[in-house]
């Protein structure tokens, strides 16, 4: 595949030209965030509806990134990836699914992959938590992961989460 | 037509045609041989080399002989610190350089520290000055060599040398600059700042790669780093690289000749520049001291944006600029630089330099002010920080 620096044509495009961002308006599920290793932070939202069988599903899903190329191009991808799979199918997509739809990433730049498949399943626990479904184990450890590491980079923009806080307060 | 636009200059320099031109008898015919050859071919060689050293020397108010060829500031900086810390062991083992070093010093003072020796970092303000009253404090009995930057390569901060010189010389110890980002910029006298080695490169002044110098001053003590033929004296023994050299010092002719006027030019684009930017981009600030800073050096810091893609976007219009961003380096961490002057990592993450050169136009600065606010706005658009901006704005 041909590549523009250390990126693929596809992770340029999806950079060039990010699919689904921006926010989703009273969201059934919110996943935030951020990469210990360099201090991206992504947030994703989704709203769930059900399929043909009546399994629920990601109906509609949107991202909003503060990071590097990769970092923006890996969250447009799961954006797509997430896109009409049940809940189920949608927790399974992992750093691997993405990296494989980018046709690959600079090994320095592996790290972001994780970041939007963390998302994803952030976004998910939080719908299932709000509510009050089941949570497989798998992903309640998974949780758990990620919530130690948002706090490390939480550290580090608290300044401007306040901002934003603030901001939609109003 | 696709438009490109290089403001990368401190990164390297395209190579001047007119320095090109001098370059090439030096390649084959007469004057390709080797320096240390006693037949005609080697003195021809020789000669060019002795008279570039002449020129080079010239500029800085030095001796000839006080003037080595290298292959690179990188080379020469390990010469410096190196050279001068092996040599001196007896006098001392403490070494003192600044926080806002180029790598080549941070890493050579590193490895100086596993062989034995102390190293102290002298912080910088928030505009990348060293005080020189941090470092009459921090000199002591076993201080052999003060090593400070003369122009930071990131921020474009030039020091107060002269100051920091007068306090080396008053206690003793030599004084080490980094000026590969100022020679053939600045003005630059090796006597009047009390400078006793100098480090400066052909590649960032529109000579060829694989040339650069050590300014070493006649009676220091210094140790080489490479051994063999005994080439420069003895402090740098490996066959000549004549052309280069040749360009090096046809590039600082150029430069020395045309710096008056070519400074007024592009303190004229950096400035335009710095105020596009800063009243166009809301939540962007300047980084470095607005007026005593390098002609061709615009460094800035913008809220809630990430330096890569940034480059990247820019990339994508035409411009080539370059970022202190931790996911733009190998190491995946902020310029070590911006954090000495107080920004926070993710204000760091948000850096962008773009330095003009001698073939930037004033309308290529018109079109980068046109572009960056657009990439600026659209990058924040797909931020989940964006808001102070349009709080700003209103």
Request: aromatic share 6%; net charge positive; proline share 4%.
């Amino acid at each position: 595949m041909s590549r523009l620096g250390p990126y693929t044509e596809k992770a340029i495009a999806h950079f060039r030209d990010p699919h689904n961002y921006g926010r989703i308006k009273n969201p059934d599920g919110v996943g935030k965030v951020g990469n210990p290793v360099c201090g991206d932070v992504m947030h994703l939202y989704i709203k769930v509806g059900k399929n043909k069988k009546g399994k629920e599903i990601v109906a509609q899903v949107k991202f909003e990134t503060f990071g590097c190329t990769a970092a923006i191009a890996t969250s447009s991808v799961i954006t797509d990836l997430a896109k009409g799979k049940t809940l189920e199918e949608a927790v399974k997509l992992d750093r691997q699914d993405i990296v494989s739809s980018l046709g690959g990433l600079p090994p320095v730049k592996l790290h972001c992959s994780v970041l939007a498949a963390d998302a994803l399943l952030e976004a998910i626990y939080d719908y299932l938590g709000k509510n009050k479904k089941e949570i497989p184990k798998d992903l309640r450890l998974r949780h758990a992961r990620i919530e130690r590491e948002k706090k490390e980079v939480g550290k580090r923009y608290k300044d401007w989460v306040k901002i934003e806080e603030e901001f939609y307060k109003e | 037509m696709a438009k490109k636009i290089y403001l990368d200059y401190a990164a390297t320099t395209p190579i001047d045609p007119r320095v090109l031109q001098t370059m090439l008898p030096y390649f084959k015919g007469e004057a390709f041989a080797n320096t240390m050859s006693l037949h005609n071919f080697g003195r021809k060689a020789n000669q060019a080399v002795e008279e570039s050293r002449e020129a080079i020397a010239g500029m800085i108010g030095a001796k000839t002989g006080e003037i080595i060829f290298t292959s690179s500031a990188t080379e020469s900086n390990n010469l410096a610190l190196k050279g001068i810390g092996f040599a001196n062991k007896e006098r001392g083992n403490h070494l003192i350089i600044s926080q806002i070093e180029h790598d080549c010093i941070v890493e050579s003072a590193k490895w100086l520290e596993n062989q034995g020796f102390w190293v102290t970092r002298l912080p910088v303000d928030r505009y990348g000055f060293v005080s020189p009253k941090d470092l009459e404090k921090e000199i002591r009995e076993e201080t052999i060599l003060v090593s400070v930057m003369h122009a930071n390569n990131e921020i474009g901060t030039v020091q107060l040398i002269e100051e920091l010189g007068r306090i080396c010389r008053e206690k003793g110890v030599y004084f080490h600059t980094d000026a590969a980002q100022s020679f053939g910029k600045l003005k630059i006298d090796v006597n009047k700042a009390n400078i006793d080695l100098l480090t400066a490169s052909s590649h960032k002044i529109y000579g060829p790669k694989g040339a650069a110098m050590l300014f070493v001053r006649n009676g220091v003590k210094i140790e080489p780093l490479l051994h063999g033929g005994g080439h420069e004296g003895g402090l740098r023994s490996s066959t000549v690289n004549v052309p280069a050299i040749v360009g090096f010092a046809q590039a600082s002719k150029i430069c020395q000749k045309e710096m008056k006027e070519e400074n007024e030019r592009l303190i004229k684009l950096r400035d335009k520049l710095i105020k596009g930017v800063l009243t166009n981009i809301p939540g962007s600030y300047l980084n470095g001291h607005p007026q005593n800073r390098l002609p061709n050096n615009a460094n800035f810091y913008l809220d809630f944006i990430e330096g890569e893609s940034l480059i990247m976007q820019l990339d994508f219009g035409g411009i080539a600029a370059s970022t202190g961003s931790a996911c733009s380096s190998a190491k995946l961490e902020p310029s070590h630089v911006l954090l000495a002057i107080g920004l926070k990592p993710q204000q760091a993450h948000g850096s962008l330099r773009l330095s003009p050169g001698r073939w930037t136009k004033e309308s290529e600065i018109d079109y980068v002010l046109e572009v960056l606010p657009k990439v600026v706005e659209k990058l924040r658009r797909i931020s989940p920080f964006k808001k102070l901006d349009q709080q700003k704005s209103g």
